[in-house]
């Protein structure tokens, strides 16, 4: 029965790893790369219910807790190159290179 | 799923130095938050400077206490062994060292928040003090860094990579010069660690789909017993693999490498080239070795191919790079190759395992202190706007500054690994770990061992090229007239660089202390 949840799950890591590579704003890149963790989150709440222990879930509420710690991080480094360069395509900033 | 729940036991006096750390770190932003700001960075710098020290002293007195236990800690969640013991000291004096370079005045942006150029950043700059919210940042990290390889499971590995990751994205993107090549650092650091952080803890869900649990020892446990080719034990190894090689900047996953080290302050530079390195090597170590030991078959080949092409991509590509520290960079790159030969380097008697892991050890030691102290004197070359960056600045350096550019040269050749050397002894460790493991296996593999040996030292001397292009730039060529001139180093400088300079030579010229030091912690390997 927790195949579908799988591949679901396994369905949303792939729209999000696609959208952080294909996806120029940073913040659209950055939800993206929540997306991935969601993902992981239902990955491991549907290996709980399979293999019948509680870890899974456990680690669930500690991904959750992480992803809110990395948005504050993130955001605050986004808003930061958002305010000198007035973008947040990641394409813009290229200055570093080769 | 009924009854009382049981209370954890915690073993306070085997955590005590990771618990120090962090203790220290939550007090560094209480003291943010109450002490005014002319005091704060008076009241930082001790604290930082004597938890990291103390932390030091009572990893010290675990390993002088002799009795290492044989069960992780804290419901199996940290296992301090004797590799675990081994790399926490190395940590700690490592990002003491950083400390004391931090520490110098000018690094560190005003005030982060204000636009480069903007009126805002002239009242701060003016205002004076800097951020001080360093400090405690740089204690989360080491605090992330201890914890990381320690983990005994792969919950624990991760918030430790996140709570190493974390901090360092910040202090990233605080530098005071070229901020704009610093901010441009923090977001690709950012968004490709937490790219990466999400293949770590897809693997980690997939891993834990074959195996029913987390725990080092309890998947080495579904392996032992289970199939070995179902599709998510290859999945999930693979994905945490990524995370895993990311963090040490393996090629194909280094390309964050030479961009976070170029545009990150310089001190935190120095910081992310050894602590980091250091760090993620451990849990490398601890995931392939304990967990998926029993599938060194699988591995291997693909460690193979990662670790001849980051030998490869890191010597190469440094020859065209024109910036120090980016040069810097893929030698650190080429580095992370050589010690993923080591970390190849298996064996099916314990007694040989420990061997490698104590060439891996050493071979850590030797390139943290060899990094730190490269990165020192780049912070104190300076042109008007900062650092001298641009190589064909350093031009001439050693005629103005012998002795600083004598030290600086010594440092790459140890890099080259030229015989005494820390860096021979380092390199030559590893190799034969990896020689002796081919000999073992015999037959095909062993000779595929013995050619990433070969590519090795090919990649060795195509590297030693551009350490010492370098050197003959610095002894060899004229001087520009409007040359970089030498800041007068701080104590904390001097002491830097003196002392990565001692464990340089002291290590080239007498390796049995340190090696002797290493076999010990490797002797017990990893606690299963």
Sequence with gaps: MTTQYLILSGLLFAIGAMGVLIRRNAIVVFMCVELMLNACNLAFVTFARQVGNLEGQIIAFFVMVVAAAEVVVGLAIIVTIFRTRRSASVDDANLLKY | MNGAIEAPTIEYGLLAPLLLVFGAAVIGVLVEAFAPRYLRKSIHVPLTLLSLAGGFALVLVQALRGSLPTTPAAMGAVAVDGPSLFIWGVILVLSFVCVLLINDEGHFVASAAAVPGSADEEEAETAGGGHTEVYPLVLFAVGGMMLFPAAHDLLTMFVGLEVMSLPLYLLCGLA???????????????????????????????????????????????????VLLDPLLLIGMALLGVGLLFKIGAAPFQAWKPDVYQGAP??????????????????????????????????????????????????????????????????????????????????????????????????????????????AVVTIVRDPGGEAWHLSRWAGLGKRSPLL?????????????????????????????????????????????????????VASAVAAFFYVRVIVLMFFSDAAADGPSIAVPSTGTVAVISVAMLVTVGVGLFPQPVLDLANQAASGLFIR
Excluded: C
């Design chain 2, 176 to 226: 005071r010069r070229r901020r704009l090549l610093s901010q441009e650092a923090s977001m690709k650091y950012f968004l490709l660690g937490a790219f990466s952080s999400a293949f770590f803890l897809y693997g980690m869900a997939m891993i834990y789909g074959y195996a029913g649990t987390v725990s080092l020892p309890g998947i080495n446990q579904a392996l032992s017993s289970g």
């Design chain 2, 405 to 457: 550019a004598g030290t600086f040269a010594f440092f790459l050749l140890a890099f080259a690994g030229i015989p005494l050397t820390s860096g021979f002894f380092g390199k030559y460790a590893v190799f034969t770990a990896a020689l002796g493991s081919g000999a073992e296996v015999g037959d095909s593999l062993g000779g595929w061992m013995v050619g990433l040996v070969v590519l090795g030292v």
């Design chain 2, 266 to 375: 310089t001190p935190i530079t120095a910081l992310m080239a050894s602590g980091t390195l250091v760090a993620a090597v451990g849990a490398l170590l601890r995931v392939f070795w304990v967990g998926l030991g029993n599938l060194d078959w699988d591995w291997r080949p693909v460690m193979w191919g990662v670790a001849a092409l980051t030998m490869l991509v890191g010597s190469i590509l440094a020859i065209t790079q024109t910036d120090i520290k980016r040069m810097l960079a893929y030698s650190s790159i080429a580095h992370a190759g050589f010690l993923l030969i080591g970390v190849m380097a298996t064996f099916d008697s314990p007694a040989g395992n420990a061997g490698s892991l104590s060439a891996i050890l050493f071979y850590l030691v030797v390139y943290g202190f060899t990094t730190v102290g490269a990165f």
